[in-house]
Structure formats: structure tokens, C-alpha cells
């Protein structure tokens, strides 16, 4: 497939729990595309001066859902980018419906063992998962999927994160 026949996806936003591989695939589907790559909580750090942990410890959830939904809405995209959200970002506000009304979205669906693998040395960096460790951070992360599923479920596309490629989400998104 050419890029040009690739250019009708327009922007795609890749959301789903921590830890997923948002980042990881979206770098590799915008190099797949030739689209531009956006990590919202690296445009996020970057106009709050300071990291999304340092930010969460000064001002709180509340203050930091509310600053995620506005550079989600208030960011220029070009007009084919493939953007990584926060893992929460689906579930406040109206985002998942101003996601899904600007782009396609796709869901990367991973388990809560899977992902506790993944995040059991990332926690510094993740103000939500400090202080858990093993069955604990397990259980934790599957409650949080329990809450946060049914936004994420409102997702164009819903992948198995453990096989997924830049292909496959091609294919998955062009149908």
C-alpha cells in the first residue's frame, strides 16, 4: 500500500491503559505512514514546565484531568499525525467523544497481569501505581480497567496489544 492511499486515515489516536505500548506502536504506525508522531503527555509536560508525576503531586488529579482535556482539545495536530494519549484521558470530560469526532481511535487491549509486568519498574513515573506491588498492583489495575473500559470500548478499533503491529492496525483501521 502507498502512502498516498494511507493519507485518508487522517489523525489516529491510540488510547488504552498505561503501560499498553501506545508510545512504542505509535511511533512505529506514524513511520509506517510517513505521518507525524504526538505524545500528548509529552506536549502536556512541556506547557506545565514539569513532569505529569510532579504536576499530580502539586495540583492533584482533578487539576491534571482538567489541563490533559485541554491540550487534548487545544493542540494544532497536523492533518495526519498519529497521537499516544494518557491512559486516563479517554475516561474525563467529553474526550473520547471529541477523540472519536477528529480522528479514529484504536483501543490497545492488554490484560491487567500483562500490564503489571509491564509497569512494575515504571512506577516512579506513574503517580497512580506508587506504593503497589505484585497481587496488589494487579488487582488495581484491574479495577481501574473495570472503570475505564467502557471508554475505551467507545474506540474505532479494539486490538490485542500482544500481537499488534503497525500492519495489522493499518489494516484494522482502513476497513
Not at 9 to 35: D, E, N, V, W
Not at 38 to 51: F, T, V, Y
Not at 108 to 115: D, G, Y
Request: some cysteine; charged content about 25%; proline content about 3%.
Amino acid at each position: 500500500m502507498s502512502n498516498s492511499e494511507d493519507k485518508g486515515l487522517g489523525l489516529i489516536f491510540l488510547i488504552g491503559f498505561m503501560g499498553c505500548g501506545k508510545t512504542t506502536l505509535g511511533r512505529k504506525l506514524a513511520s509506517r505512514l510517513g505521518y507525524e508522531f504526538m505524545d500528548l503527555d509529552h506536549i502536556l509536560e512541556a506547557q506545565a514546565g514539569m513532569s505529569i508525576a510532579e504536576y499530580f503531586s502539586s495540583f492533584g488529579e482533578d487539576a491534571f484531568r482538567k489541563l490533559e482535556s485541554e491540550v487534548l482539545k487545544q493542540t494544532k495536530y497536523p492533518e495526519h499525525a498519529v497521537i499516544s494519549t494518557g491512559g486516563g484521558l479517554p475516561c474525563f470530560f467529553d474526550n473520547m467523544e471529541w477523540i472519536n469526532a477528529h480522528g479514529r481511535s484504536l483501543y490497545i487491549q492488554l490484560s491487567p497481569k500483562t500490564l503489571a509486568d509491564r509497569l512494575e519498574h515504571e512506577k516512579v513515573t506513574r503517580p497512580l501505581l506508587r506504593d503497589k506491588h505484585g497481587d496488589a498492583l494487579i488487582a488495581f489495575i484491574g479495577e481501574k480497567l473495570l472503570e475505564r473500559e467502557p471508554f475505551y470500548k467507545q474506540a474505532t478499533v479494539t486490538a490485542n496489544g500482544l500481537s499488534l503491529t503497525a500492519e495489522k492496525v493499518v489494516e484494522m483501521l482502513l476497513v
